[in-house]
């Protein structure tokens, strides 16, 4: 199980010998899940979202498995109809999920070990995991660092809106904010329409 960044860095795993629990049995009893839900983790403070003065806490974006809440969002279940507004956000959820899936992808594909089944020890399966995903980190920041040019623009919160600052949203309301966001002048994309 791990988290990655929007770099394809991962930024957090665990690796243990779960195979007869669901993932997010699993990530609740590790201490990042503890950290998380009691806001001991170096989270940035909360930002507007981009062309509102709405300010929503960071969040790491999770499987429809896991619970929602403060920092972890997920997406809308699919067992029922949805609402064209609750499509739009689940897709762009699933298009923000791709940077996990894009970073085991590459480490599946540059080390070919990750073909089959470790046949190893679990003590050397697991130096071999956090080996490769060290090599993995160490060359995706050599590449950025390499480069003349990073695109990569920051946004600064807007202090100013003393009453958005101290709003306690419960995670549904984030959902339903983000949902209304995505849908909006403000933060929708001009193709979301096309691919849910």
């Given at each position: ?163 958005n600052q101290n709003l306690r949203l419960t995670p549904v309301q984030q959902r339903q904010l983000l949902t209304a966001y995505f849908s909006s002048d403000a933060g929708s ?8």
């Open positions: 199980m791990a988290i990655a960044d929007a770099k394809k860095s991962f930024v957090w795993y665990n690796i243990g010998d779960f195979s007869s629990l669901n993932d997010a049995s699993v990530f609740s009893d590790t201490d990042f899940a503890s950290q998380l839900a009691n806001d001991e983790l170096d989270i940035p403070p909360s930002r507007p979202l981009p062309n509102t003065d709405i300010e929503m806490p960071f969040m790491f974006i999770a499987d429809e498995i896991f619970a929602l809440s403060k920092h972890l969002m997920k997406s809308f279940s699919k067992s029922g109809e949805l609402a064209v507004e609750e499509k739009v956000f689940n897709y762009r959820l699933k298009r923000a999920r791709l940077c996990i899936e894009c970073a085991f992808g590459m480490i599946v594909k540059k080390y070919q070990i990750w073909q089959q089944k470790l046949k190893f020890d679990l003590t050397t399966s697991h130096f071999i995991v956090a080996t490769i995903i060290c090599l993995h980190n160490f060359l995706i920041t050599s590449a950025e660092n390499n480069m003349d040019d990073v695109n990569e623009e920051v946004v600064e919160g807007n202090n100013q809106n003393e009453e994309v001009d193709w979301q329409l096309d691919y849910i």
